[in-house]
């Protein structure tokens, strides 16, 4: 079967372009999360999705950020403009329902806004 | 204002030896507690994990320690293996399980030493 599917891996984009990531989550999966990996900040939570509806987007830093779930199998998450600080490895989970916690993870886009 | 803590970026342990991982928490409401990790270049992976109505959870070489009233919790590696090289983090969830609303630690990085 397969995983968790990000795209690009690597993104590499000037400041103030939009940046568009992109996950694909396990079939049968009802929840979906965005998190961002930083050195300083290790992995947080920016939003997830359940049954393709925005739960909680608390994480989300700034208005700059926005996450869509337009059906069960794709999510974006975009940002525009982007800003040199956005620079981190966001990754995608997917989970079923109320799963005992466990997580499954993509292997991450890692942008880098200069 | 980190929920969940691991107070110890990286730690080198000898191949055949006990790696012992530790995680502290603040937030009295976490009921379940989870280990994942990770290795370069690729998404979290589960590892194992422990409700708090237990105190030890063990899965082969594997074993999570939870001291509620410490709110400390411990991975066990025994014996530790050059595999087990990876960023560990520790996760934590105030929903009795569920998969919504993870928190995770900034990570430990286990080498193992040849």
């Known amino acids: 079967d397969a995983g968790v599917i990000q795209s690009p891996r690597h993104e590499v984009t000037e400041m103030g372009q939009e940046v568009t990531l992109r996950c694909k989550p396990i079939?049968?999966?009802?929840?979906l999360f965005w998190y961002r990996q930083t050195m300083m900040r290790g992995l947080e939570l920016l939003i997830y999705f359940n049954n393709n509806v925005p739960i909680d987007d608390s994480g989300m830093p700034e208005d700059r950020f926005s996450a869509k779930m337009p059906n069960a199998s794709f999510s974006t998450l975009k940002i525009q403009p982007s800003e040199p600080r956005d620079s981190a490895v966001y990754f995608c989970?997917?989970?079923?329902?109320?799963?005992?916690?466990?997580?499954?993870f993509g292997e991450g886009s890692r942008l880098t806004v200069l | 204002d980190q929920q969940v803590k691991q107070n110890s970026p990286s730690l080198s342990v000898q191949e055949g030896r006990i790696s012992i991982l530790n995680c502290d928490y603040t937030n009295s409401m976490f009921d379940y507690f989870l280990w994942y990790k990770k290795y370069p270049a690729e998404g979290p992976t589960f590892l194992i994990s422990?409700?708090?109505?237990?105190d030890k959870n063990e899965d082969g070489r594997f074993t999570v320690f939870l001291n509620k009233s410490a709110k400390h919790l411990s991975l066990h590696i025994v014996p530790s293996q050059p595999g087990d090289s990876a960023v560990y983090f520790c996760?934590?969830?105030?929903?009795?399980?569920?998969?919504?609303?993870?928190?995770f630690g900034k990570g430990t990085h286990l080498i193992i030493q040849p």
């Open positions: 996760a934590a969830s105030a929903r009795g399980g569920g998969a919504d609303g993870l928190t």
């Open positions: 989970a997917s989970s079923l329902v109320r799963g005992g916690g466990e997580l499954f």
């Open positions: 079939s049968g999966h009802d929840y």
């Open positions: 422990i409700s708090s109505i237990k």
